[in-house]
């Protein structure tokens, strides 16, 4: 693939349902970051990914939220019992190693408003 | 201490003109400040980056000025063009490491 690439691109929910946002890393890349970005602020950290070691997940706001990485491949993020307060943009980076964080690669975003 | 401060949230400039984003940081540990241009509906690019032991780092016409004792760098976009309009983002690093700090973000817009 050419870039990264995260689904669904929207998502509308209702308060207190589950959602699933999805991120496909450039393939060869083993590293992989999940970053919020709510309206008007920087991105913040959310969990980050590298190869087969155990994920940091210093960057997680509460335990509504979790995610998974199989290998080096795709990943999930999935916040249980939404809030108004998720609502944000959730993006996903990639990158050929972690030690080179001049090379994160990010997605288009998953648009999530919570009513 | 672990902030970036960026200014300011929102600019206009000229065709032609120079655009000036700053950004601020407290954490003298970081020692890699790459900056961000965001477009809409995209993530963000990496635009261009430096390390503290250069003052300035120039690329086309995009330069990133840095001063170490007071803890702050700065973007110049040299003759502003419509298509550089924008949302920039600073962020800051101890180098070697994953986690950036990013900045608030500075949305560009550059009149034709």
């Known amino acids: 693939g050419a870039g990264v690439s995260q689904s669904p691109s929207n998502k509308v929910t209702e308060k207190g349902k589950d959602v699933e946002l999805r991120c496909d890393p450039i393939?060869?890349?083993?590293?992989l970051y999940w970053y919020r970005q709510r309206l008007g602020q920087g991105l913040e950290f959310l969990i980050y990914f590298q190869g087969n070691s155990a994920p940091d997940k210093s960057g997680l706001p509460s335990d509504r939220f979790s995610a998974e990485r199989t290998g080096e491949s795709v990943s999930t993020l999935t916040i249980q019992r939404t809030q108004q307060e998720d609502s944000a943009v959730y993006l996903c980076a990639s990158s050929l190693s972690a030690g080179r964080p001049e090379t994160q690669y990010f997605g288009p975003g998953t648009r999530l408003l919570v009513l | 201490q672990q902030q970036v401060k960026q200014s300011p949230q929102s600019l206009i400039v000229q065709k032609g003109g120079i655009s000036i984003i700053n950004c601020a940081y407290e954490n003298t540990a970081f020692d890699y400040f790459p900056w961000y241009q965001q477009f809409p509906g995209k993530g963000p690019a990496l635009l261009i980056a430096?390390?503290?032991?250069?003052s300035e780092k120039k690329e086309g016409r995009f330069t990133i000025s840095f001063n170490k004792s007071a803890k702050q760098f700065s973007l110049h976009i040299m003759d502003s063009q419509p298509g550089d309009s924008a949302t920039y983002f600073c962020?800051?690093?101890?180098?070697?490491?994953?986690?950036?700090?990013f900045g608030t973000g500075t949305r560009l817009k550059v009149l034709a």
């Open positions: 393939s060869g890349h083993t590293a």
């Open positions: 962020a800051a690093s101890n180098a070697g490491t994953y986690k950036y700090i």
């Open positions: 430096i390390r503290p032991d250069v």
